[in-house]
């Protein structure tokens, strides 16, 4: 048994002391069995939660009426969920009802997918009643039950299914993938935020062709923001060498490929972060420069280093230029260091010295002198040196 396990291990043999069953579940036994990293670890058990409550001091009610409190024990916080049944999903996404039981075969028949319906003992024993692990060796993701009856209880499960795909490198199942076009449709009642959050997984994986590929074969653009017209534009983005790419940097690539002309109108329409998409549309700019010219300072300059790497590597993506993407790194930031300022802060004047020197109040006149002198130093015009700059500009302005 591996740490994350052993550290919670006291808390499966408290609540096995107090009579009840306790077992790690879901995700984490999953990657356990595929040997990927573990984060937090799930407990389920059949105490209910306020019998959990009278076992451990320290506990919040997270998730009560679903069943789930947490326990801190030692300083770390563990989610335990009761066994339990659920009733009809009106909504598409969540249970009407919840019933709380003693049985876990019943608990893991509610989930999703094979891989994901298993438990560990505290022996370290896998409870495999729907053979997720001979799935898992198959590398294959398979409901648990009708792929039907999964897929109209919580159709966010859809997204799910394209995105473990891409993240784990799993087929899916036959009938599975079927059932994922005849109920794509079902995304619309999803909230944005939970489709993005699940995108946002799906782009980051390591087999995201496959996963973008799923997109269009089971017609799920269709019910995506800004996308149910541009499965040619999306199946173009599958052919490329996209696996190692960062979320960030597939977005990037994906408005560029969309030519988006309002991009951060279609940003907005998946309810992300202003921040970001702040920085996407800045970023998409600058590429699109960079796809007519090479890098010029100022290009980057105010594209900054983070932002000048991601368009680099999505340039060469573009190009279909087989370069590692940590050359391209280094060598961005290479040419970042040489540049005689890499920020407005850096200059050596600031705007309260430029009032004083012109003896005028505060203004848009500011802004645009600053800039005036940034664009000097990085083309070698003048040094960054206050006094020299001073200079400069009287001799600029008695022009």
Do not use: C
């Amino acid at each position: 048994m591996i740490e994350p396990f052993k550290k919670a291990l006291p808390v499966l043999n408290r609540i096995e002391e107090a009579g009840y069953e306790a077992y790690f579940v879901g995700g984490a036994v999953r990657d356990y069995l595929i040997k990927r990293e573990i984060h937090d670890v799930d407990i389920a058990t059949s105490a209910f939660p306020e019998e959990i409550k009278g076992i451990f001091k320290s506990t919040v009610d997270v998730g009560i009426e679903h069943g789930t409190v947490l326990v801190i024990e030692k300083g770390e916080p563990y989610e335990i969920t009761t066994f339990r049944t659920e009733s009809e999903y009106k909504d598409y996404r969540r249970p009407d009802k919840v019933t709380f039981i003693r049985s876990l075969d019943k608990d893991l028949e509610r989930r999703d997918f094979t891989m994901n319906a298993m438990a560990m003992d505290a022996r370290g024993a896998i409870i495999d009643p729907f053979h997720g692990k001979g799935a898992i060796e198959k590398r294959m993701i398979q409901t648990v039950g009708s792929a039907d009856d999964r897929f109209t209880e919580d159709a966010l499960r859809i997204l799910r299914a394209v995105r473990f795909a891409g993240q784990l490198g799993f087929r899916l199942e036959k009938q599975t993938q079927a059932a994922l076009g005849r109920h794509a449709h079902l995304l619309e009642h999803i909230a944005i935020e939970r489709i993005l959050s699940e995108f946002e997984k799906l782009l980051n994986g390591k087999s995201k062709k496959e996963s973008i590929q799923l997109l269009t074969e089971a017609k799920i653009h269709h019910y995506l923001p800004g996308l149910s017209d541009k499965g040619t534009a999306i199946n173009e983005i599958a052919k490329a060498d996209i696996n190692s790419l960062t979320s960030n940097q597939m977005w990037l690539f994906l408005l560029f490929i969309l030519e988006e002309p309002a991009p951060q109108e279609f940003l907005k329409r998946w309810k992300m972060p202003l921040k970001k998409i702040k920085y996407l549309t800045k970023s998409l700019q600058i590429l699109r420069n960079r796809a007519k010219r090479e890098w010029e300072l100022l290009d980057l300059y105010e594209a900054g280093i983070q932002s000048a790497i991601d368009v680099e590597i999505i340039y060469s993506v573009i190009k279909n230029q087989k370069s590692e993407s940590k050359i391209m790194e280094n060598e961005m930031k290479r040419r970042f260091e040489l540049l005689p300022i890499q920020e407005r802060g850096d200059l050596d004047v600031t705007g309260n010295d430029l009032m004083i020197w012109r003896g005028q109040a505060g203004g848009p006149w500011i802004k645009e002198e600053l800039q005036k002198i940034e664009h000097a130093v990085l083309n070698g015009i003048v040094k960054n040196e206050k006094a020299i700059i001073k200079e400069w500009l009287e001799s600029w302005n008695r022009r």
